[in-house]
């Protein structure tokens, strides 16, 4: 089954808000260790290795591990820690869930940034973008499902969440 999702639509729509209220939910269980970040909303969120390297140390501080870690190191080897740090998560039972809000403001940066070409299958991922940097991103992410706020109304999004629940098995 499919692990990632892009919560896509126009400026305005409610796709930050409906991510907000997604993470609030998830972040309630025991058995879920959730990341958040809004991207471009201070200098430590303006490209993929900052954001990675921020849940690197909130993840290895979960984990009682220390780590050396520069946010100036190199994607791969921030990438690398990321993942490293997941796996330890995922064997402890608990599901990590990535919640990153406006992956259009990685537009014009690296691939891996604006494409989300680090994600895995073995974490959750819910991001808003728009639908034009949605196509970029599902082309890199074969994983990706999107939900488009455009097709519903505001009602809707506590089904989303229902049938998220059933979806996951949480």
């Known amino acids: 089954y499919r692990k990632h999702l892009c919560i896509i639509g126009k400026q305005g729509r409610g796709k930050s808000v409906l991510l907000s209220q997604l993470f609030t939910y998830y972040s309630k269980d025991n058995e879920n260790f959730c990341l958040l970040s809004f991207v471009g909303s201070s ?6 290795n900052q954001i990675l390297y921020r849940w690197v140390i909130e993840m290895n501080v979960y984990l009682g591990n220390s780590v050396e870690i520069d946010y100036q190191d190199n994607f791969f ?3 690398e820690l990321f993942q490293k740090a997941v796996e330890q998560i995922n064997k402890r039972n608990v599901k990590v869930y ?3 809000d406006g992956v259009d403001n990685f ?9 989300l070409t680090w994600l895995t299958p073995n974490f959750h991922f819910i991001g808003t973008c728009t639908s ?6 599902s ?7 999107k939900y488009d706020m455009e097709l519903f109304n505001f009602e809707d999004c506590s089904l989303l969440i229902q049938g998220f629940e059933k979806y996951y098995n949480i």
């Open 43 to 48: 200098t430590f969120s303006q490209s993929i």
């Open 77 to 79: 080897i921030i990438k």
């Open 107 to 115: 537009q014009g940066q690296q691939s891996q940034s604006a494409f």
């Open 132 to 137: 034009k940097i949605y196509d970029k991103v």
């Open 139 to 145: 082309f890199y992410n074969n994983e990706m499902c």
């Open 98 to 100: 990535v919640f990153l």
